[in-house]
Nanobody, 121 residues
């Protein structure tokens, strides 16, 4: 079983910055695409940004130019640098990783537990 552990959330004023991290741990696995999603109260979970194993990125229109996703394959970690934060960015942020368990060729999506980001106006 692969676990994803997120960190870096918190309370910040509008215009500020936060950096989220998500580290994967386990045995005999590989990671495919990774991504960050968010869910605000009363709203559906939405994709914020994703990155392939080769480094290609994709962003939601609402965060383009403000957020940057990156990954360190040696550390099995994905990051989300969030700049110029706005109150509407307030949500629980979740990390997702496409996992392949090498010994049994099992492929599935793993999710982190979520980290709260609150942006005050």
């Amino acid at each position: 079983q692969v676990q994803l552990v997120e960190s870096g959330g918190g309370l910040v004023q509008a215009g500020g910055s936060l950096r989220l991290s998500c580290a994967a741990s386990g045995r005999l696995f590989s990671i495919n695409a990774m991504g960050w999603y968010r869910q605000a109260p009363g709203s559906q979970r939405e994709l914020v940004a994703s990155i392939t194993s080769g480094g290609s990125t994709n962003y939601a229109d609402s965060v383009k130019g403000r957020f940057t996703i990156s990954r360190d394959n040696a550390k099995n970690t994905v990051y989300l640098q969030m700049n110029n934060l706005k109150p509407e960015d307030t949500a629980v942020y979740y990390c997702k990783a496409g996992i392949t368990i090498l010994t049994i060729a099992l492929v599935y999506d793993a999710w982190g537990q979520g980290t709260q980001v609150t942006v005050s106006s």
